[in-house]
């Protein structure tokens, strides 16, 4: 069992940035792929960004891309999401999330932040 718990949303103007931690715990691997999702109510959960353990497999949605920063500190199994240039189409609960790698879906997830972006 993986344990993930997230931390750093909170309310940010328009422009303004955040940055997410994702602390995991338990059977914690490096063969683990990291990922950050976000939803809103009533709404589908929304992929934003992921990261394999070395650092070469780190993907974006085309929504987030040149605006958010996907990291991982390896040695204290944190994962990061610093996110600039906030939108208020960004508020929503952001969820961390590990799926083993050459898996397709995520089998461990944490409870959520909430992000508010205020205009």
């Known amino acids: 069992q993986v344990q993930l718990v997230e931390s750093g949303g909170g309310l940010v103007q328009a422009g303004g940035s955040l940055r997410l931690s994702c602390a995991a715990s338990g059977r914690t691997s490096s063969s683990y792929v990291m990922g950050w999702f976000r939803q809103a109510p009533g709404m589908e959960r929304e992929f934003v960004a992921a990261r394999g353990w070395s650092g070469f497999s780190i993907i974006y949605a085309d929504s987030v891309k040149g605006r958010f920063t996907i990291s991982r500190d390896n040695a204290t199994n944190t994962v990061y999401l610093q996110m600039n240039s906030l939108e208020t189409e960004d508020t929503d609960v952001y969820y961390c999330?590990?799926?083993?790698?050459?898996?397709?879906?995520?089998?461990?997830w944490g409870q959520g932040t909430q992000v508010t972006v205020s205009s």
């Open positions: 999330a590990a799926r083993v790698s050459g898996t397709k879906d995520y089998a461990y």
